[in-house]
């Protein structure tokens, strides 16, 4: 019951719980949110384990100074800003790993049930040419494209002007259009 | 495109696991700022003594120098609707710009941090604070965090920066 009264509850209501000190109020942020940036994370880092960490550390971070969120009722955005950071700092500090495999059994099971191995190869060169990105043009793109944000909330978050951002979304489109390109042909 | 876009944005699911771990760390730290809040309450209580607050207050506790607005200006300043008047001094004669945050201003959310004056490299500002304990730091240049190195550290970086402990007797008590 208290779970589903939880759920229910706005962003803002819930930091104020939090703030209050109730931690269950926080885990209920957590639920909303995890899965929706674990997948920014994941892509951003290309792999499970970094982008877990990250996570980790950008919602203990934002529990840590949530009496300085600004704007409750966002709480989202101002967790997606500590986590974009997050990954900055944590993929200037790593090597991307040579291999990327997003393996998420419920991707899977959506997959197309008559070519399930076509459909895991195609997933995994995607990863592999996301990767080839620079971690500018990686982020760029993921943040327009998958997370779907306007330029402005762009900038907002990467503190990179909106015409840099443009020009950093074509090249990563371009870029990735040949490397899809060259595996398909090769 | 279409079709990278369509399958980087199928959902990634983490186990649960994940969140076990991190509401462990995060009542962890829910628990040590129970902790400390009970430490900054003991100070308070230790520093309310009149016996001996005052001896302790100057090695231990942030002092509210009260005594020196009266010094500096000549005049009496009356403590009203539990504010008390304290001034925040730090040296600092390379800072372009000093302001003070704390929990009594929201830490400097919404412009509401104090701006300190420059008298040859000494910056000082005061302002009305409520009776009672509190956290608070300096902002040097608008971007450092700077605890106050003549008072005690916060027990722990609370928010990831430095800040200091300040105890606010009432003096109509």
């Known amino acids: 019951m208290l779970g589903l009264v939880s759920m229910e509850s706005s962003d803002a209501e819930l930091v104020q719980r939090v703030l209050q000190g109730d931690v269950n109020a926080y885990g209920s942020l957590v639920s909303r949110y995890r899965d929706r940036y674990a997948r920014y994370a994941v892509h951003m880092l290309g792999n499970r384990e970094d982008a877990e960490e990250a996570l980790q550390d950008a919602f203990t971070r934002a529990y840590r100074s949530l009496s300085r969120c600004e704007e409750p009722e966002r709480f989202g955005a101002w967790l997606f800003r500590i986590l974009v950071n997050r990954c900055r700092t944590s993929g200037a500090r790593r090597v991307r790993r040579s291999q990327t495999f997003v393996h998420d059994e419920g991707a899977l099971l959506n997959a197309s049930q008559e070519h399930p191995a076509e459909q895991t190869a195609w997933r995994e060169e995607i990863e592999r040419a996301l990767g080839e990105l620079s971690a500018d043009q990686r982020e760029a793109f993921l943040l327009k494209y998958v997370e779907e944000l306007g330029y402005e909330e762009m900038s907002e978050i990467t503190g990179v002007g909106v015409s840099a951002l443009k020009m950093r979304v074509m090249r990563a489109c371009d870029r990735l259009r040949i490397l899809l390109k060259e595996v398909h042909s090769g | 495109m279409e079709n990278i876009v369509e399958e980087l944005q199928r959902p990634v699911r983490l186990d649960d696991s994940f969140e076990r771990r991190l509401m462990v760390r995060v009542r ?69 710009s000093v302001k003070v945050v704390g929990d009594f ?56 920066m430095p800040s200091s402990a300040l105890v606010v007797e009432d003096s109509t008590k």
Request: glycine share 8%.
């Open chain 2, 28 to 96: 962890r730290l829910h628990a040590e700022r129970r902790k400390r809040r009970g430490w900054l309450g003991a100070a308070m209580s230790i520093a309310q003594r009149p016996a001996w607050a005052t001896a302790l207050a100057a090695g231990l506790v942030a002092v509210v120098t009260f005594g020196v607005i009266r010094v500096r200006q000549g005049e009496h300043v009356v403590a009203a609707n539990g504010l008390e008047p304290v001034n925040f001094v730090l040296v600092a004669p390379a800072a372009k």
């Open chain 2, 105 to 160: 201003n929201n830490w400097g959310l919404n412009d509401s941090a104090l701006v300190a004056t420059n008298n040859q490299g000494v910056w000082s500002v005061t302002a009305p604070v409520k009776a009672g304990v509190h956290r608070y730091a300096f902002v040097v240049n608008d971007k450092q965090w700077v605890a106050d190195p003549r008072a005690p550290r916060s027990a722990g970086d609370d928010f990831g």
